[in-house]
């Protein structure tokens, strides 16, 4: 069954501790995206990445931070630096790896962190 | 970058009736637009887009309209069913060729 699986699910994090989200995909696409969802203000991008060993910040990337050492998996880890934690992320994948966002956006079904 | 806004923010229809949302985009070089649909606790997903070659795109219940002069472009519901009841976020491609989303809608069909 293809798809992209993001775990955990729910996660609480105490504050001033490092916590990573992963991001799994099986679907053979080249980019991968993180972003976060709060409510009212949409999906913003903080990190996405087009091919293997390379990834570029989106909007909100301070204190957070990701790899992109294999094409299947984008982790992301929610550094003590960020600043307001608290929040819905969702991870994507999309076909084409040239432009991001050239393609239909497959997402993942969301972590939700919340920090204690 | 682009500045992606959706407007109305929330949208109570009965269900039978039409529902339209409206995005508007600042960026002249975006040329590309998709829809995707939130059900609650559920994942994003696509349900129509367009391109800035084609002033409009339909799909059985739901179409797109872009209009390229006015920079905006909009998701038109017939017919609405309580299923379509979500919240629905519009993006546009800006020249980066990153995704731009709006802030979304929150659609309510009464049945």
């Known amino acids: 069954d293809g798809g992209i699986t993001q775990s955990p699910k729910y996660l609480f994090r105490k504050e001033g501790q490092n916590v990573t989200l992963s991001c799994e995909q099986n679907?053979?696409?080249?980019?991968m995206y993180w972003y976060r969802q709060d409510p009212g203000q949409g999906l913003r991008l903080i990190y996405y990445?087009?091919?293997?060993?390379d990834f570029q910040k989106g909007d909100i990337a301070e204190g957070y931070s990701v790899s992109r050492e294999k094409k299947e998996s984008f982790p992301l880890t929610v550094t003590s630096a960020q600043k307001n934690p608290t929040a819905f992320y969702l991870c994507a994948s999309s076909k084409w790896g040239q432009g991001v966002g050239t393609g239909e956006l497959f997402f993942g079904e969301g972590s939700r962190l919340t920090v204690l | 970058g682009e500045n992606v806004e959706q407007h109305p923010s929330t949208l109570s229809v009965q269900e039978g009736d039409s529902a339209v949302i409206k995005c508007t985009y600042s960026d002249s070089a975006s040329n590309y637009f998709p829809w995707y649909k939130q059900e609650l606790g559920k994942r994003p997903q696509l349900i129509i887009d367009?391109?800035?070659?084609?002033g409009e795109k339909k799909d059985q219940r739901i179409a797109v309209t872009l209009n390229k002069t006015a920079k905006h472009f909009s998701l038109h519901i017939t017919e609405t069913q309580p299923e379509d009841s979500a919240v629905y976020f519009c993006a546009a491609r800006e020249g980066n060729n990153r995704l731009a989303f709006g802030k979304g809608n929150q659609v309510v069909v009464i049945p």
């Open positions: 990445s087009q091919i293997v060993n």
């Open positions: 679907l053979n696409h080249d980019a």
């Open positions: 367009i391109r800035s070659n084609v």
